[in-house]
């Protein structure tokens, strides 16, 4: 799958919208992924997941035993990618504010986990979702998510493979450009600003 192809389905869903939009980070964009729009239909979700499974290295993608995704945003995309790789998927949620495995969740001890998201522009979120399971007993072995919006700069930790890195600029609160600034800014995502 090409990005040319990545992008087209989320055109294809209504997923790829224009205007003023605060990111989860609390930074501002003029573009915003909805991956959730994209991930709605069972068939386009596996056939990014398929893609993006393809990307992660055999010797990395043979060793996974559990996938782990960041809730909201990452869970439909983490269950995918589970089902793709034929493991357990889990999530990790915030119910007091810092990431924790719940629900029942378990990982053993060492088990070797593929941290999923849906989209990364900091890192910040792959960061914390990572210590969570490895508090719970996982071992990070990569990361994955469908977009990377940090246009390669994110440092999660661990060996990370994006479908698609896209470059969409962002800016702090006090730095917008005059036309964003101009455009009324809306919250999309699924948590408050930081």
Do not use: W
């Amino acid at each position: 799958m090409t990005d040319d192809d990545v992008l087209a389905e989320f055109r294809a869903a209504n997923a790829l919208l224009e205007g003023h939009f605060i990111l989860s980070s609390g930074l501002h964009s003029p573009r915003y992924l909805q991956c959730a729009r994209v991930l709605m239909n069972p068939r386009r979700a596996a056939r990014l997941t398929e893609a993006l499974a393809a990307r992660i290295p055999a010797e990395l993608r043979d060793r996974i035993t559990a996938v782990v995704a960041p809730a909201m945003g990452g869970v439909i995309a983490g269950q995918e990618m589970a089902r793709t790789l034929g493991v357990d998927g889990m999530f990790v949620e915030r119910p007091t504010g810092t990431f924790e495995l719940r629900r029942g969740f378990r990982l053993s001890p060492g088990q070797e986990v593929l941290m999923m998201e849906d989209v990364v522009t900091t890192g910040l979120s792959s960061r914390e979702a990572i210590a969570a399971i490895e508090a719970a007993g996982g071992r990070v072995i990569a990361g994955a998510s469908l977009i990377d919006r940090s246009n390669g700069t994110a440092d999660i930790g661990v060996p990370f493979f994006p479908l698609i890195r896209l470059e969409v600029p962002t800016y702090a609160p006090d730095a917008l450009p005059p036309e964003l600034a101009a455009v009324p800014a809306i919250k999309p995502g699924s948590r408050a600003a930081a």
